[in-house]
């Protein structure tokens, strides 16, 4: 009875030969623990930002804000709302057939899935941007990256992303539940409609071109970063110099070590067509691995700051009894100091001027 009834509901094919065999209490757990800690993170993160930006009320800083801000609250809704679906379809024994008849729940989980999956990648890519320019073209950064132009970036990265979200909505393409029973996106089993892959590819080559175009960012804005510190003699920009690597390798590193392994399987689905051997756990692995990305991006952007890295300092200065920044110098605005080092690094002739500038005050 029950596989007839799958065969004629929408989204209900893979309940007939299931082949991924989950534990239910190590499910169950899992799902709980992410969206508590990603919860709290993130909330915490929030709360930071808050602060910040109630003190810190600079037109060079505010875009930073307002960007992180956003990520932030991508990051805590989708843990929010994607881990609550989860825990009630576990809560429910994952009898997708008796409380998803019409297919509507299926829909809203994949719509959200996709939405929360693409929406930080985009934010990400976004902030390396605005930071590259931050670090590069201080004075351009400083007129036209206004707080209404960020409100216009982020609305637009959002719309975006529910606009690919709602695509096979729009298309009268159901979500599918997938092998696990436990989540729904496209469709991964027995891919041979090309729409099917479309969206696969579609997805992979957005997450990859998100996470090229934080990596070309980054990239640009640290080897900027790097010839100032070679450049200028300035201790104070060391600091800055020592904080924006830091911060630049663990974006990198988090985001393609996290997203990377679903992006290639989605693609691998895609390109595979029916031939794909992914199996279940392997996709259920990646999927778990996309999730810790959201739980770190507070960590990484917000709270990977001075403190953190001061203490790491301290203890690493005590084990290996060496110095090599002074961190007494550091100052409290990230981005006021990445203009402020640009700035000397562009125009070589003002940093003479303010190094000859207390020796003729003295000569007077």
Known sequence: MNSSKSQGLAGF?????????????ISVFFSIIFMTVGILSNSLAIVILMKAYQRFRQKSKASFLLLASGLVVTDLFGHLINGAIAVFVYASDKDWIRFNQSNILCSVFGICMVFFGLCPLFLGSVMAVERCIGVTKPIFHSTKMTSRHVKMMLTM???FAVLIALLPILRFRA????????WCFYKTEHVEDWEDRFYLLLFSCLGFLALAISFLCNAVTGITLLRVKFKSQQRQGRSHHFEMIIQLLAIMCVSCICWSPFLVTMARIGINESRSKETCET??????MATW????????????????????????SGCCGVHVINLHMWELSSIKNSLKVAAISESPVSSKQINQQPLSSMGQ
């Open 157 to 159: 990265v959002c719309l």
């Open 283 to 288: 996709i259920l692995f990646a999927l778990r």
């Open 13 to 25: 094919g893979v309940l007939k030969n299931t082949t991924c065999h989950t534990e239910k209490k």
């Open 175 to 182: 979500y599918q539940i997938q092998a696990s029973r436990t």
């Open 293 to 316: 990305n959201q739980i770190l991006d507070p960590w990484v952007y917000i709270l990977l700051r001075k403190a953190v890295l001061k203490n790491l300092y301290k203890i690493t």
